[in-house]
């Protein structure tokens, strides 16, 4: 089964410049599931080959992809050659093939780090099975950000949800196992709530597909009843303030790789759902009132999850909370996007583009080396960090230069997020965004400084454990990503505005 | 009521409706993890009862709706399978059958 | 092609370095020491080839799409090379001083990693060509400064550097503001002589008020601008190369320098007085200048009487900027470089009378003339320039600010330049006092000896050269390429003809 894909794929790659997309499309769900069969044949926790040569192969295809779309602009396609609606229809338009790029590459670097990981730490009966999880996320998350329609992408949504418990739970410590437990919980609650809307909204429109749903569409109590179905349950898995009670122990509780996976895209994909629902059939719906209610509660998000991040002893925690006030960014993008002038919501769609992306870098890094950190300590708090300045300086300057990207200082990705952005609010005259925006930086350096002040004290020597070379390797190139797409972002959001969701068009 | 009486469809779909709010009452009220594993089950049946019966009311015999509950179903078994085997790996290794946070609360 | 990209060279001849440091391990004390010298010189090359091309007329200049809407600008024009010469120059000598201060000490390459980056950042912050471009630079800078002034890891360190980060993310913030608000207005606003805001309707004068408000508020933090000024007795925790570099260089004349950018090359000096924007910045550098020497009169150590002498020196770059008038002006420029060379002299001398005899106090330092003739000499030249004896260059100054306050019609101005002056000299004369015709009171209070010299040769080679500077600067003012000359030739380029 795995000659199959690789061949594909050479071919492909010798075909040149001619590559269809559908291939392409289909490869992005085939390889990862492919290997989460290989790897789940023989389930080990050590498969470094073929790990490898999945990453590798996985990479190459999403980068195929991207460029495609970037030469070619959307593509839809029909898997198996079945149209919808009993057939799977994926729609690879920008910000679809932007994030399969996205994920390939952040779970390149996940993947990596915990092939670094020393034998000692792979000890547990449930190691085994982080890798057929990991891949099956990553085709999960493939076929959240490619489905065209509805029920896809709940499909896409559960199985993202069952591989991320599954991986918090590999971590077999009893706080992984709750916070999987709850975890779980409220991932069932969520995507319930979100087959219920779709549900009302198949028996209104009889039909799943984006495209149909929209263009029959009429804002009936049904249609009002489901969005509010499918927007709860949605916000309840991106969580949300007040709804984001499941996700600090959660991301704190697992794996580093794989709380890096998490924070950085698991809970994107419940967001970009909500981004194409609401800007694509509910755009109708999305009246001031709702965006600025939905804007209010990421401004929430901001500054609790903020709060929160300053208070807590625990490092983990402390980026899981930040996690939660990032995530309130993107919420406080969607009043901005429904802007008269079109000026603000070219700002805001390219600020919401690349405050996903660059999060998504910033935020593994930050836990991949906090993951470094503390097996170097061999303490989660964050007093327990003095001295590490000296000794983990790589570790240090990779969690540094995320910071910088979190807090929205340039040059990083987040500042030019947070620049378009502000230029939105500014441009609208939505000025108390701006005043949040501004507000959420401080919090920000309120919280990330708390660690640089810890390190830079001076601790007691020799108590630092030796961590491998790889894990600062791998965490220093995703932060690295995340500070230079801060110079180099037109690139990338020129890409992901091919097929962008905003009705009134993009200048 | 006669509209309910008339469309066997409308009826499950109601049916349906009632069973998820008792399930998300039972959901919020429980602290135990497998009352609500079991409420979530009800709430998915419920769910289920209301994709296909609404459908079928206003348009008739449909595949299409049949197919989601099938897809539906595989993925409530699994996701309870999985909750069961990493509850009962909890429940060794800490005796709780209530989560921490619950029990403070 | 390498005279297009100087700018980017400049820039990568402290950049590059830095990482290389970073990577270097810490006991590879030889080639860290080569690698900083070796970068400092390419750098003051580098510099001086610009500087050369651009009085011949030339601009070097960088530019690509950072985000939709703005431009990532690096151009050489006459207002970069004066502080982009300025800082290379005092790099060079603050790096010999640090590698003699840091002898043996820990942390080494995490010291010279960010002092490069944060030079790295004062090269941006001179070279920017926008207003973004310049914003990215000033973070920067604050964030590599951080570093620097915990290095110590004590808690006063690092006390000191929490108050830092306070003032300086806040103020980042309102410059960030600030500027968003220019750029909503009017898309990217380069930097270009003479202003570029002129053809702003008048409906938008508010706006415009606000954004400068704003970003005033923002440079006033580094600048040290009262009622903002508190981090910076506060740092003096930091080793005292960070102090020089600091208080001389890095980081107040990052924010005098933006001012200079904001009032001349964003706003233009003719449409800010149209706006009404010069005369509250006027106002805040006056009281600036009196307050804080007023309160360096109080202080007994010597560290901190000199950063107040700071907060009160670095305003007369603000002063002149507002003065409205070529002379003015040109004092304000030029006093950007003297207080600059001056200021550095000063600290390294504070450094080698707390490094050499251990004297933090200035009440310990009687006598120290004998012991240490040649930094006390250097002293005494760094503090007569700071009070404005002629032909020192800090006369220089003084001179072309009290003819641009008259140019200006507001004489009262030369008021606040001698209580200034007064001031300056009531409380560096006392020390100048201590040094030369106080008897030595005993024993010092830790004393080291470096062989032949009174004191290290790494220490005593940097503080002759900037006290003859400091001496050169004011007698050769008429030369060509005297920090004189160069302010002369901005002013011209600065004025609608």
């Given at each position: ?507 | ?105 | ?60 200049e960088v530019r690509f799409a950072m985000v939709p809407g703005a431009d990532f600008i690096l151009r050489a ?125 008048e409906s938008a004068w508010p706006q415009l008020r606000i954004a400068f408000a704003l970003m005033i508020a ?280």
């Amino acid at each position: 089964m795995s000659v199959a894909p690789a061949a594909t794929l050479l071919a492909l790659m010798q075909s040149g410049s001619t590559v269809a997309a559908s291939p392409l499309i289909a490869l992005a769900l085939v390889i990862p599931l492919c290997w989460a069969v290989l790897t789940a044949m023989r389930p080990a926790p050590r498969q470094t080959l073929l790990v490898l040569s999945g990453l590798g192969i996985w990479n190459v295809a999403s980068a195929m992809l991207w460029w495609h779309t970037r030469a070619n602009g959307v593509v839809n396609y029909a898997l198996g050659g079945w149209s919808e609606p009993l057939g799977i229809g994926l729609r690879a338009d920008g910000i679809a093939s932007s994030l399969v790029l996205l994920t390939a590459v952040i779970a390149g670097g996940c993947g990596v780090y915990r092939l670094c990981t020393p034998d000692a730490d792979l000890r547990g009966t449930a190691m085994r099975w982080f890798w057929p999880l990991f891949f099956l996320l990553g085709a999960a998350l493939n076929a959240v950000w490619l489905a065209a329609d509805l029920f896809n992408m709940y499909v896409g949504l559960e199985l993202l949800g069952l591989s991320a418990v599954g991986l918090v739970a590999v971590a077999g410590t009893t706080a992984a196992l709750s916070a999987a437990l709850r975890y779980l919980l409220a991932a069932l609650l969520g995507s319930l709530a979100y087959l219920l809307g779709v549900a009302l909204l198949y028996a209104e429109y009889g039909s799943l597909a984006l495209s149909s749903v929209a263009s029959g569409f009429a804002p009936t109590d049904t249609t009002i009843v489901a969005l509010g179905f499918i927007t709860a349950g949605l916000c309840l898995k991106t969580a949300l303030f007040p709804l984001h009670g499941w996700l600090p122990p959660a991301h704190s509780a697992a794996l580093p790789p794989v709380s890096a996976l998490l924070s950085a895209l698991v809970v994107k994909a419940s967001f970009v759902m909500l981004l194409r629902i609401w800007l694509g059939p509910g755009a109708p719906l999305l009246v001031p009132t709702v965006a600025q209610g939905l804007g209010v509660l990421g401004a929430g998000a901001i500054v609790w999850g903020g709060w929160q991040a300053i208070q807590h002893a625990d490092l983990k925690m402390l980026v899981a909370h930040s996690t939660v006030a990032q995530l309130g960014y993107l919420f406080v993008a969607i009043p901005l996007l429904i802007d008269a002038s079109d000026t603000a919501r070219a700002f805001a769609w390219d600020g919401l583009m690349l405050q996903i992306v660059s999060h998504a870098l910033a935020k593994s890094a930050m836990f991949l080396a906090s993951g470094t950190l503390i097996a170097a300590v061999g303490s989660g708090k964050v007093v327990d960090l003095a001295g590490v300045s000296r000794h983990m300086p790589l570790a240090l300057f990779a969690f540094g230069l995320a910071a910088v990207s979190l807090m929205g200082l340039p040059p990083s990705g987040g500042f030019s997020a947070k620049w378009l952005l502000l230029q939105a609010a500014l441009a609208g005259g939505q000025w108390h965004w701006a005043a949040v925006l501004l507000a959420g930086g401080l919090l920000t350096a309120g919280y990330v400084f708390r660690v640089f002040r810890a390190s830079f004290l001076q601790g007691a020597e020799d108590r630092f454990t030796d961590t491998p070379l790889g894990w600062d390797v791998v965490a220093l190139l995703l932060a690295g990503m995340a500070i230079m797409l801060g110079l180099l972002s037109t690139g990338p959001l020129d890409v992901m505005r091919f097929g962008a969701l905003l009705q009134r068009g993009i200048t | 009521m006669t509209t309910l009486l008339q469309s066997a469809p409308l009826f499950y779909a109601l049916v349906g409706a009632l069973l998820v709010a008792i399930a998300f009452t039972a959901f919020a009220a429980h602290t135990h993890v497998l009352r609500r594993l079991l409420a979530f089950n009800v709430m998915g049946t419920g769910s289920f009862l209301i994709l296909v019966g609404l459908a079928q009311h206003t348009r008739g015999p449909d595949p299409v709706p049949q197919a989601l509950v099938l897809t539906g179903i595989v993925v409530a078994v699994a996701s309870t399978a999985l909750a069961l085997v990493v509850f009962r790996r909890w429940y060794e290794a800490t005796g709780h059958v209530v989560l921490p946070e619950d029990e403070r609360a | 092609m390498i005279a297009s990209f100087l700018p980017l060279w400049v820039l990568a001849s402290s950049l590059v370095p830095a990482i290389l440091i970073f990577l270097l391990p810490e006991q590879q004390r030889g080639a860290r020491t080569a690698l900083n010298l070796t970068a400092a010189v390419l750098k003051l090359v580098l510099v001086a080839i610009m500087t050369w091309g651009v009085a011949q007329g030339t601009v070097y200049e960088v530019r690509f799409a950072m985000v939709p809407g703005a431009d990532f600008i690096l151009r050489a024009d006459a207002m970069a090379c004066l502080f982009a010469g300025l800082s290379a120059l005092l790099w060079f000598f603050t790096t010999v001083y640090a590698i003699g201060y840091l002898e043996g000490a820990p942390n080494r390459s995490r010291f010279f990693g960010f002092f490069s980056l944060c030079v790295a950042s004062t090269m941006g912050i001179a070279l920017s060509g926008n207003l973004i471009t310049f914003l990215l630079f000033y973070e920067l800078l604050t964030l590599s400064t951080y570093p620097l002034v915990v290095h110590r890891g004590t808690e006063k360190a690092l006390a000191a550097g929490r108050v830092y980060l306070r003032y300086t993310i806040t103020g980042g913030a309102a410059l960030l503001l600030g500027i968003a608000v220019l750029y909503s207005l009017v898309g990217d606003v380069e930097f270009l002589e003479t202003g570029s805001l002129r053809s702003v309707p008048e409906s938008a004068w508010p706006q415009l008020r606000i954004a400068f408000a704003l970003m005033i508020a923002g440079l006033g933090v580094k600048a040290a601008l009262v009622p903002l000024h508190g981090w910076l007795p506060q740092a003096m925790v930091a080793p005292a190369p960070v102090s020089a570099l600091l208080h001389a260089v890095a980081v107040v004349k990052a924010g005098a320098f933006g001012i200079v950018r904001v009032v001349y090359d964003v706003y233009g000096i003719e449409f800010a007085r149209q706006l009404a924007l010069l005369t509250p910045l006027m106002i805040v550098a006056c009281a600036t200048i009196l307050w804080g020497s007023v309160r360096a009169l109080a202080q007994t150590d010597l560290k901190r009487r000199l950063a107040f002498s700071t907060v009160s020196q670095v305003s007369y770059i603000a002063l002149g900027v507002s003065l409205f008038g070529p002379l003015g002006t040109i004092g304000g420029l030029v006093h950007l470089l003297h207080q600059g060379i001056m200021k550095v002299t000063l600290f390294y001398c504070a450094g080698n009378f707390a490094e050499t005899l251990g004297v933090h106090d200035i009440r310990e330092l009687d006598g120290a003339g004998r012991r240490m003739p040649i930094t006390s000499t250097a002293f005494t030249i760094g503090a007569f320039g700071m009070i404005g004896v002629p032909p020192l260059a800090g006369f220089v100054s003084k001179w072309y600010l009290g003819l641009g306050a008259f140019e200006a019609g507001m004489p009262w101005v030369l008021g606040v330049l001698i209580v200034s002056s007064m001031l300056n000299a009531a409380y560096f004369l006392p020390i100048v006092h201590r040094l030369w015709f106080r008897p030595i009171a005993g024993a010092w209070p830790e004393e080291h000896t470096f062989g032949r010299f009174e004191t290290s040769a790494w220490f005593l080679v940097p503080t002759i050269a900037t006290a003859l500077f400091t001496v050169g600067a004011g007698l050769f003012a008429g030369a060509p390429f005297s920090p004189l000359e160069w302010a002369m030739l901005i002013t011209r380029r600065e004025y609608l003809p």
